[in-house]
């Protein structure tokens, strides 16, 4: 089965610092989709990422696949704490629409 | 359009009972996906349906666990009886494959439940 590791598990970062959060994955990545949660909410779909080299940007959050599609990244620059909560990777099984999530980083900018 | 919509969102009881979580998905989307979600195993898919039909309920972790989508807009997720290492967020999402081939995943907010 597939396996997403993700990094770091947690961030505390001031406002205005850019980040980076990996998500790497066991085998290729046939689609990869990034989530956001709140604490206490459900998870917020932010991107989803197919092709390798593909890049996605929706305002100051970039999210790239890179060419072998076995390695997610999403930047934020300028960070607010707005984009305080939990981020999740989360990729497509093959041919299967379940989708497998990796374990979440907590991320924290203080104002 | 309302969203995934999952009721109760807390819903607290006592162990032995049975409890059931109910989600009505985004209108027109053909699959529904239950998970649990706790601190020490992250987010489980525990079954998803296709057209009402369940296709995959390995992830459900015993018999106590069931799950039924008796029509396009309404499944439930029932626990009897419940134990209180069932205490998790349970989360229910909708999907429909868009024109670029995608699948991506609409979350409802979730079913706080706690078992004493």
């Known amino acids: 089965s597939q396996e997403l590791e993700q990094s770091p598990q947690s961030l505390i970062v001031q406002e205005g610092k850019n980040l980076t959060i990996n998500c790497t994955s066991s085998?290729?990545?046939?689609?990869l989709y990034w989530y956001k949660q709140k604490y206490g909410e459900g998870l917020i779909f932010l991107m989803m990422?197919?092709?390798?080299?593909e890049e996605k940007s929706h305002e100051k959050i970039t999210a790239k696949l890179d060419e072998k599609k076995q390695q997610s990244s999403l930047h934020i620059t300028a960070s607010q704490p707005s984009h305080a909560g939990i981020y999740l990777c989360?990729?497509?099984?093959?041919?299967?629409?379940?989708?497998?999530f990796g374990s979440g980083t907590q991320l924290t900018v203080l104002p | 359009d309302a969203g995934v919509i999952q009721s109760p969102r807390h819903e607290v009881t006592e162990m032995g009972q049975e409890v059931t979580l109910r989600c009505k998905p985004i209108?027109?989307?053909?699959?529904l996906f239950w998970y649990r979600q706790t601190m020490m195993r992250g987010l489980e898919l525990l079954i998803y349906?296709?057209?009402?039909?369940?296709?995959?309920d390995s992830g459900m972790p015993e018999d106590r666990f069931s799950a039924k989508m008796p029509n396009a807009s309404f499944s439930t997720l029932k626990i009897q009886p419940s134990e209180p290492r069932d205490s998790a967020v349970y989360f229910c999402?909708?999907?429909?494959?868009?024109?670029?081939?995608?699948?991506?995943?609409?979350f409802g907010p979730g079913t706080r439940l706690t078992v004493l």
């Open positions: 990422l197919q092709k390798g080299g």
């Open positions: 085998k290729t990545l046939y689609g």
């Open positions: 349906f296709n057209n009402n039909v369940p296709i995959d």
């Open positions: 999402a909708s999907s429909i494959r868009d024109r670029s081939r995608t699948d991506t995943q609409y």
């Open positions: 989360g990729a497509e099984s093959g041919s299967a629409r379940q989708l497998t």
């Open positions: 209108s027109g989307h053909d699959y």
